[in-house]
């Protein structure tokens, strides 16, 4: 829950930022992200029984595949730009349980943001083209538990990342009025500078904990896919 409270509120963070640019659009509206993550684990402090029973857990953590609705929100200025688009997966790693997806109870987040600079083609015409690059920044939060038949005891899954790149925001606004339309926009992030990395196995209310030291995350990458009312304010 904290992590979702920080989340949240970094991003109205950076929103309110940008509001301080004169001549800005705002747009936003439902969205559909593509996200991808390349992990590398290696040796760990865990004992070997915990290993042998967090092996096949282990191995499917590894790669990992996202595909899910949430909302974005642009602001566009004369220069700058800041895009945040946030997800809501509805199933991660039910394959690490190898159990019915509808007993694994779960919740997970992504948040993409970008800041950057862009150019606005066509601006004074109804039909505009926004072309904008810079930094991007991903967060990664999901947590997911079930009970394990054989064991009998309850099996949770946990993991908080946050990773570094750069990316670029195509944005189409076509505006019906002076000051209203509707926007069509794809952004694509490549993210390769991790900063935090965590993991988390709780086997019968004992927590085994891998971190940076042992989960590399090589190389991330999230296609968001948006659409919706834009405003020029």
Partial sequence: MKQKKFVIVSAVLLLSAVGMFADTILSVGPAFTNYFVQ?????????????????????????????????????????????????????????????????????????????????????????????????????????QSTTLPLLGTKFEYAKLDFMVGAGANVIASLFLTKNIGIYAGIADTLYFLPIMTKKEFTIGGQTYKLDNKNVKNNLANSVNVKAGLTIKL
């Avoid at 590398?40 to 857990?57: A, C, Y």
């Avoid at 996202?66 to 946030?86: H, K, S, T």
């Fill in 39 to 143: 992990t590398k684990i290696e040796g760990s402090s865990l004992d070997s029984t915990v290993k042998q029973i967090l092996s096949g857990s282990l191995e499917n953590t590894k790669d990992e595949k996202n595909n899910a609705a949430g909302f974005a929100l642009d602001w566009r200025g004369e220069l700058f730009y800041l895009m945040a688009q946030m997800a809501f997966p509805g199933k991660t790693h039910s394959d690490i349980f190898k159990s019915n997806s509808e007993t694994i109870k779960q919740s997970a987040i992504i948040l993409d943001t970008q800041i950057g600079v862009g150019v606005t083609l066509f601006k004074q015409s109804q039909l505009n083209l926004f072309l904008g690059a810079g930094a991007g920044l991903n967060t990664m939060y999901a947590n």
